[in-house]
């Protein structure tokens, strides 16, 4: 059985039915001299990988990025691939950071190996020096958790490496990464949220913690946050999507958040529904002042004061500073534990409280319920109302 492609180039073979493999072919130009034709041959399981792969080789030969996986590569070399190619359906954030790991980490400790060459023990090793020396900038071992992510990434991008044939067995997927410990949760106490309050009024800040602390939002979801998710008659927020930073171009909106069990309706008070007003309606001003030079392009519920998303550098560094003026060793993401331990010591059950955080063990939850009730969850949220 043969399947040809209508440039009558590319073509996939049928080899083995009871396997469903097929092989491949790809025209790759012509033999210096000879002029023979060169072909790039590939052995996969299923039809659909097979077209699939045919694109995917076919795109690379015409933007010339494709590597030959019988040549010999480095890690730095495929991991260069990998990211220009294998990436297309993580979210930015896990991009960056991925990068990030990558650049600081795996490349200048296994950059230099041959890709071919790579056995379980030089990923074993890596993790031994990560935990046992792995900081860069002082002494000491990176924390356990950071180096399973780590981990977590050499076996996605190595597992990618089997499947397109660079090699032959995912070197990863054999050593355990280390015990994952769970993170101490630190929250503020309600005077000591006031207190940041305080020092923050007049500040776009104040409203930003003010919202944060009575919806339990992520940083990325609040700054994110564009009024056609915002239902003041109903008095619900959707979060639907997420601002996130990207180098050199600042901050970005993606349209989904951290994951698909973050994607939740969160109630909010008639003081919060106030505060909103207030906000879009100084924002009206502004855009109204500043004309062309206002930029509308999210319309986003928090901006800088033209416009743009508010970064969340500048997020998190002023509620640090602000928490620092009174004596308050604190980060943006406690507010979201705050947010959490009043509503427990309200008397809200978890589940109901995991699913206003939109944690993906809310699909536990949801196996036992079918829907939820936005009315208790509003009686929640009217719960914290006093803080701000």
Known sequence: MESRRSDKVSHKILIDKEKNIWRISVENGREPGSGKRKRIIRHVQGS????????????????????DNNKHITVAEYFDFWFENCCQGLAPRTIISYKNIAKAYIIPNLGQLELQNIKPVHILQYQNDMLEDGKRKKEGGLHQNTVRKHNVLLNKALRDAVELEFISRNPAESIKPPPYIKPKTEH???????SILKVLEGDMMHDIVSVAVKTGMRRGEILGLQWDYVDMDERIISVEQSAYHEKGKGVQIKDKPKNESSRRTIPFSAKTEMVFRRIKTEKAERRLKLGEEFHNLYDTVFDRGDGQPYSLYTCSDKFKRAAEKCGIKANFHMLRHTFATIMRKSGAEPNRI?????HSTIQTYQNIYDHSDIS???????????LA
């Open 48 to 67: 659909k990988k097979a077209d699939n792969l045919i694109s995917r080789i076919e795109e690379q030969l015409r933007n010339n990025i494709y590597i």
């Open 188 to 194: 503020l106490k309600p005077s000591e949220v006031q």
């Open 354 to 358: 995991k699913e206003l955080l939109g």
């Open 376 to 386: 208790e969850h509003r009686e929640i949220i009217d719960n914290i109302d006093h």
